[in-house]
């Protein structure tokens, strides 16, 4: 099983979002979480230990990611979506872009 975790700021509509799309997906296990303080599920160093396969939302989430988390990432692999705040939870466009661009890097279904 991969352990894959999604980061956004809040973690209020497009990690949760990408948690519940990949919920089932075959071969992983995920979680979500945010980097922001006052997020819903703030981020900590213990989650980021978890996984293996990082994905944030944007290139600031990046960027803070390895400032606060720099000693916990090491040999983490984190890969930038490039998907801005502008979907709500479970959003079409949001799950269609998610797909789009996560899919590739998880482990092939069948």
């Not at 995920?30 to 213990?46: F, M």
């Not at 939302?57 to 090491?74: G, Q």
């Not at 890969?79 to 502008?86: A, E, F, Q, S, V």
């Amino acid at each position: 099983m991969q352990r894959v975790l999604f980061i956004c700021s809040m973690n209020r509509w497009r990690s949760p979002t990408a948690e519940q799309v990949y919920s089932d997906h075959p071969g992983i296990q995920c979680a979500s979480a945010g980097l922001n303080r006052n997020a819903e599920n703030p981020l900590t160093p213990e989650l980021v230990e978890w996984a293996e396969l990082i994905f944030v939302m944007e290139r600031k989430h990046k960027t803070k990611l390895s400032s606060e988390f720099r000693p916990h990432l090491l040999g983490k692999r984190v890969i930038c979506l490039n998907i801005p705040d502008n979907y709500k939870f479970m959003d079409s466009k949001l799950i269609a872009l998610l797909q789009a661009k996560v899919d590739a890097f998880l482990p092939h279904q069948g």
